[in-house]
């Protein structure tokens, strides 16, 4: 029956329409109608379109009978919702399924790596892998273990013994300016050691500050509300028999003098708030933490000292008393502390003049550390030993200390120190290295072969 009236409505279309249109509307026309003839039950009754289950309905009496029973099969108890809907709002609901996951998993601690022990541990790591794990040496220094990499003299013509001190976040190894020192200064006399220095504790975070309010005169009263309570009423008694006559004859217009004067003030004043209350919690965790950093950078200092000093001492121990110490960047000022602390050597030259022998300092891109408590510039220019201030392009101290350090040395007479310009730093292990050239050149004329009198 459907057919029939599609195919007299089809060639209605193709007689009254230009032919595109009429191709094209008997091509849709298709379509949807193949889709039409296709959505009808067995008895050819319409049935809806597909998704919207709610309007399809039996129209004869078997169809509903098998409608109901089917019904009464899948979901015999109106009143509880079918297994399949439960299950539709639990995946509905991701923020349920969310939060039952992050109660089941607890919340780790945040660690972060040890990056200066991951470091030194490279360090023994390569030596071993290397075989060469015969240079680490372990020293000592307070409660404190650390390690040393130590190189014997190879030329058979003992110098004397230099300690090499590392930059910040650099360790005993590093392959710039420490390793080519370590390992080509050996052939020429010299005993190295190069040892572990501990990074600088970081800064805490700072606290946040407490504000006060600034307290009000001892004379100042609070403003007397006694009186202001019956203009009060007296003033919410006019608001109200003016909003009756505005709601039943429309609004009326008041100019602002008549309403400040009919409603002087609408709530009683408030006392003053004095100042805000006292958080002694807050300042005690923030001297806590001043105490706390200033006890860090205590020990960080005490432990460079400490580790400084057993460098030297092994040393000593092993015959070398003819001591060099080799500083890199921040590492100056340690170097420079040590050399105010230690024990003089005093050695009676001619025409009765004593000086002081057996340490010398070198000095490779010297710069402060932000934890020294006097100047490098300063403390430097109260030694009297034979200092070597090597100065590259790839040091990080601005020109002006340089300068300033250079100065002041030159205002107190230290005729034993000398500043030099060398190129940038190259990886070469051998004489051809210019910064290596200099050094071995410079201990060699001011410090190599110094003979200490005995008894």
Known sequence: MATGYFTEFKAFVRTRLPNGAGFLLCGALLTGGQHALAAADANGQPLPPSGDTSAA????????????????????????????????????????????????????????????????????????????????????????HFYGLLLQETAGKPQGGIVILHDTEQHGHWPEIVAPLRERLPAYGWTTLSIELPDAPPLLPPERPVYEAAAEPENSQPADTSAAAPASDSASADNATAADKADSQGPVGESADTAEATNPANEPALPRLEKLPPLPAAKAAASV????????DDAYREQMAQRIRAAVSYLNQRGQLNIVVVAVGSSAGWAVDFMQQRPKTVVKKDKGQEKDRGYTLVLVDATDSRLSRIPLSQSLSELEIPVLDLISPQGVAPQWAVEQRAGRMRHHQR?????????AFALQYDDNNPVIRRIRGWLKTHAAGTELPTG
């Open 415 to 423: 005729g034993l120190y000398q500043q030099i310009d060398v190129p």
């Open 57 to 144: 309905a039996p129209t004869s009496p078997d169809a509903q009978a098998s409608a109901g029973q089917a019904g009464d099969s899948t979901n015999p108890d109106p009143a509880q919702p079918p297994a399949d809907n439960a299950a539709g709002n639990s995946a509905d609901n991701p923020a349920d399924a969310s939060a039952d996951e992050n109660q089941s998993v607890p919340l780790l601690p945040r660690v972060l790596p040890d990056e200066e022990r991951l470091r030194h541990q490279g360090v023994m790591s390569f030596l071993d892998d290397h075989q060469r794990d015969d240079e680490m040496v372990e020293l000592v220094a307070g409660e404190t």
């Open 289 to 296: 933490s001043e105490e706390t950093q200033i006890n860090r």
